[in-house]
């Protein structure tokens, strides 16, 4: 009992802390992949309505036990296989890991006949990374046509994934290479106030350099 008291007022201190820190346009999504149902809901009291999770199958399983907490914005994070993508329209909101074409049109045909369109962001890959999902930006840019077609997506905004690793200046350099990225496909035709980058090891980077969403975990819940 002590020792989940202890964990509780740590998750308390941890989210403090990021509030007081984060700079109020930036919303904070705690990640809870590797968060218990009694850790989600400290949170939740400790004034967090975000969560994001990674996968869809354990969040079929987490929601339900969380039925009580009305007003949380739940966020899918991680790779989405294609034959999830019905079960992902009807349990997110937001959507970050938009990572190919070919996701973007199966969503685009399941959005009318679920009836519902989460926010998406676009997944890019700042930096080469064979570990990762998503779009190189050229690729993005060459795809972009395609994209542009799909006119049930609600692309709000772009997400990256640091190289593991990855700190400091050399973080910094990496998300500001999201501006022009940007900048560019907003003049192509998209609109994209959001930018999803940071985690628990990067998100001070990822806000200097113009991150609106960051994704937090370990620092909030180990
Ligand atoms: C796990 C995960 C996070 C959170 O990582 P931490 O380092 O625990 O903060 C953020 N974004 C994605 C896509 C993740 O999978």
Redesign the pocket.
């Given at each position: 009992m002590v020792i989940i008291s202890a964990s509780f007022l740590m998750i308390e201190a941890n989210i403090a802390q990021l509030q007081q820190e984060l700079p109020p346009s930036v919303t904070l999504v705690a990640?809870t992949?590797?968060a218990p149902i009694a850790a989600m809901s400290t949170a939740y009291r400790c004034g967090i309505r975000h969560f994001?999770e990674?996968k869809v199958q354990a969040t079929q399983e987490k929601r339900p036990q969380l039925q009580e907490l009305p007003d949380v914005t739940w966020h899918l994070?991680?790779h989405l296989q294609r034959n999830k993508t019905r079960q992902a329209l009807e349990l997110f909101d937001w959507i970050?890991?938009i990572d190919r074409l070919s996701l973007a049109q199966e969503l685009n045909r399941l959005i009318p006949l679920v009836g519902k369109s989460p926010k998406l962001c676009l997944q890019v890959k700042l930096a080469p990374d064979p570990d990762k999902f998503g779009w190189e930006p050229q690729q993005l840019q060459q795809e972009l046509p395609e994209l542009l077609k799909l006119n049930h997506l609600q692309i709000v905004g772009l997400?990256t994934?640091l190289p593991q690793g990855t700190k400091g200046e050399d973080a910094l350099a990496i998300f500001k290479r999201m501006l022009p990225l940007k900048a560019d496909l907003e003049q192509k035709g998209l609109h994209l106030p959001h930018l999803s980058m940071g985690?628990?090891?990067d998100y001070r980077e990822a806000i200097a350099a113009g991150a609106t969403i960051v994704?937090?975990?370990?620092?909030?819940f180990t």
């Open positions: 990640v992949k590797y994001g990674s994070i991680g970050h890991s997400m994934i985690m628990s090891g994704r937090i975990g370990s620092k909030i």
